[in-house]
C-alpha cells in the first residue's frame, strides 16, 4: 500500500490571507470621510472600527441566520458611523465593493501555490460573495486552485463549523487530512476548534500580537516558509 501523504490538502481562507484586501479598503474608509468633510477623522482609525464591527457582524452571521456578506458589510459601516458621529449612508459599502477589482494577492501567493501544489492540493474558501472571490481569484494568473468556494454557495460561513465541513465535504476528505491556513486569529482557531491542524500567517501590517488562548500548529510569516513545512510533511 502506497504510504499516504499528509496534509493532503491546505484549506485556505482568502482575505488578507491571500489578497491584500485591507489597502483596499483603507482607500474606501478615505473616500467616505472626503464625502462626508471628516478631515478631522484618520481614515486608519475609521477602517480598524468598521473593520472591527464587520468581524461581529459576521460571527453573528456564523451562528446564526444567514446574510450574505456585503448586507453585514453595510450594518458595520452604519456602527462605525454611529462611533465617529457621522450621518452617514449604509450603501456607501459601494466606495469598497466598487474597487474588488482592484483586490491583488500578495507577493508571496502565486509562485507559493505552484510550488506547493507540486506536493498537496489547493482549496480556497472564503466569506464573501462568490463574484468577489472569482474577481480576486482572477488575479492569481495561471495558478487553478483544486477547489473554489465561498459563503454564497454554502449558505453558511467561519467560524461556522459547518462551513468548515461544507468544504472538506465538497473534496471527500476530513479534518484529519488537511492543513488550514489563515491569516487572522479567529478564523484559525476556529479551524483548531473544528479538529483541524492550523498555520497562522502573521503579515506584518496585520498582526499585532501574540495569540491569545488555543494556539496554531504553525506560525509562519508568509507563504513561502509555509511551503517549505509542506514539503517536510509531505517526506
Given at each position: ?158 467560524p461556522s463549523p459547518r462551513a468548515y465541513r461544507w468544504v472538506l465535504e465538497q473534496v471527500g476528505l476530513e479534518t484529519g487530512d488537511v492543513l488550514y491556513c489563515a491569516g487572522v486569529q479567529w478564523d484559525v482557531q476556529g479551524a483548531l476548534a473544528f479538529g483541524m491542524k492550523a498555520a497562522l500567517v502573521c503579515r506584518p501590517y496585520r498582526f499585532t500580537g501574540e495569540v491569545e488562548g488555543i494556539q496554531p500548529d504553525y506560525v509562519v510569516k ?14
Amino acid at each position: 500500500m502506497a504510504k499516504r501523504i499528509w496534509p493532503e490538502a491546505i484549506f485556505y481562507d482568502s482575505k488578507n490571507t491571500l489578497f491584500d484586501w485591507d489597502s483596499v479598503w483603507i482607500r474606501a474608509s478615505s473616500k467616505i470621510l472626503e464625502k462626508y468633510k471628516r478631515s478631522d477623522i484618520d481614515p486608519l482609525l475609521f477602517w480598524r472600527h468598521w473593520q472591527t464591527f464587520l468581524t461581529g457582524e459576521n460571527h453573528k452571521v456564523a451562528f446564526s441566520k444567514f446574510r450574505r456578506f456585503t448586507e453585514s458589510h453595510k450594518v458595520a459601516l452604519q456602527y462605525a458611523y454611529k462611533c465617529f458621529g457621522i450621518q452617514g449612508d449604509p450603501e456607501d459599502v459601494k466606495f469598497m465593493t466598487d474597487m474588488w477589482n482592484e483586490v491583488y494577492p500578495f507577493p508571496d501567493v502565486v509562485s507559493a501555490f505552484k510550488e506547493q501544489q507540486k506536493y498537496t492540493k489547493i482549496l480556497i474558501y472564503s466569506n464573501v460573495e462568490t463574484e468577489y472571490l472569482e474577481m480576486m481569484v482572477g488575479k492569481l494568473g495561471d495558478f487553478r486552485p483544486d477547489f473554489l468556494g465561498d459563503m454564497d454557495k454554502s449558505q453558511c460561513c467561519k467560524p461556522s463549523p459547518r462551513a468548515y465541513r461544507w468544504v472538506l465535504e465538497q473534496v471527500g476528505l476530513e479534518t484529519g487530512d488537511v492543513l488550514y491556513c489563515a491569516g487572522v486569529q479567529w478564523d484559525v482557531q476556529g479551524a483548531l476548534a473544528f479538529g483541524m491542524k492550523a498555520a497562522l500567517v502573521c503579515r506584518p501590517y496585520r498582526f499585532t500580537g501574540e495569540v491569545e488562548g488555543i494556539q496554531p500548529d504553525y506560525v509562519v510569516k508568509d507563504l513561502h516558509e509555509l511551503t517549505e513545512i509542506v514539503k517536510k510533511l509531505t517526506g
